[in-house]
């Protein structure tokens, strides 16, 4: 990732937190586009992106009514 951006990211809350707390976290948010999904979003977690980031457009894709077929 550090060669190259990203443009577009889809990820659990839980593991871009753990992304985030490492060194230089803007490094692995994507230019474009975060698909945050899996897991409820936090407005905690919207902040702390937000930190390093205006320009990505943040996309919740979390389903609460979601079920094993």
Not at 8 to 16: D, Q, R, T, Y
Not at 38 to 51: D, F, H, I, N
Request: aromatic share 4%; net charge positive; charged share 20%.
């Amino acid at each position: 990732m550090r060669s190259h951006t990203i443009d577009c990211l889809k990820i659990v809350p839980s593991h871009l937190m753990a992304l985030l707390s490492a060194s230089q976290p803007q490094k692995i948010l994507p230019r474009k586009r975060l698909v945050i999904g899996g897991e409820a979003l936090s407005s905690q977690l919207v902040k702390t992106v937000r930190q390093y980031t205006q320009d990505c457009q943040i996309i919740n894709h979390y389903g609460p009514f979601k079920k094993p077929l």
